[in-house]
């Protein structure tokens, strides 16, 4: 980090409050979790209750050994209007209660953007952890909320040069700017070895590493409309044909739903339950090659050096498609079964872009600064 960036530590540190609700702002979080742990600091998590089924959430704290959350709001499911207003309502009474000085809030979930409301309203400096990611798809709920997010936040982490650059080009001040790589590498450099160690999913799966796909997928755009959603199942069958290999597919609550509510057909496929974080670390690591929509995964597989097609027409995570470890295969069967034809030749020597493991600590350190001077 350059010096000069510690100056936006400008008040002295009180407390911090971390708000997360979803499964991959847990993984992600957990880093600056740890971090506030081991430096003893003041803070508070307060968990909006977006996601509550117990592979969603739960699990995840137990695996990931971080303390429970101080709140949960309970918000549960919802329209984007209905959950975004009750996110907001909660936040705000906890945030009176504990009146931190700085909130921190990471990604781009409905919690992202109405926790990071709630604390601007009430003149509390906000941190947003992954700053400056753009699709350049506003039909992309999480665009809407990055594009806020960003514009309010006080500190804004960017996890690359080109993030930073994305919010300079909009007109956000660069000394608001800290790139710190992306806490999504502290989680797995933190995690591997453990969740080799700890896990049996090879054998509960009876897999053989390199010797599967694994699959997932949840956005919006591709499992809401039926269409998309039988295109990209046919896509994975036909890879699943013609490299008679498992095609391993933990399926997502939202997805769960369509695919029930749709009688769309899963052959060929070997749909599961959604994995903690340590079972799907592990088979991510020894994947011939991942085809998901997420955006977690796109990165994780970028520092595993495991293949990615990525079945959507944009990404906000241009640097993986930059260094070669990510494609953009769409949401069209044939288009999915060419780009895995392709990608599975390609060569695992890419450079990781997202930062040495250390971004937890660096966020922390900023929001903690005038205390250790
Ligand atoms: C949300 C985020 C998305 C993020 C994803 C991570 C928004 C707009 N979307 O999408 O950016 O990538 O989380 O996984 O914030 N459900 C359950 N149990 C749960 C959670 C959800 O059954 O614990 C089901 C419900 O039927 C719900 C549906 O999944 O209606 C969608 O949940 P929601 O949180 O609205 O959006 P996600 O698709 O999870
Ligand atoms: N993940 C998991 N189990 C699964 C699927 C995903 O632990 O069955 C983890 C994955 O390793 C990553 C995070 O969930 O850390 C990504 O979450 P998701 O894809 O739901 O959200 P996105 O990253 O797209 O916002």
Known sequence: MRKEELKFAAEEYRMIGLILGTRPEIVKMSPVIRECERRGLDYFILHTGQHYSYEMDRLFFEELEIPDPDYNLDVGSGTHADQTAKIMTGVEDVLRRESPNIVLVQGDTNTVMAGALAASKLHIRVGHIEAGLR????????EINRIVTDHISDYLFAPTESARENLLAEGIADEKVCVTGNTVVDAVYQNLEIARRRTSIFRDLDLEPREYFLVTAHRQENVDDRARLKEILKGLA???REFSLPV????????????????IGVDGLNLTRPFGFLEFLHLESQAKLVLTDSGGVQEETCVLGVPCATMRYETERPETLDVGSNILVGADAERILEGVRSAVTRTHSWKNPYGDGIAGKMIVMVCAATRSQ
């Open 248 to 263: 391993v597919f933990p399926v997502h609550p939202r997805t769960e739903k369509r695919i029930k509510e749709l009688g």
């Open 238 to 240: 036909e890879v699943q």
């Open 135 to 142: 699709s350049f798809n506003r039909r992309m709920p999480e």
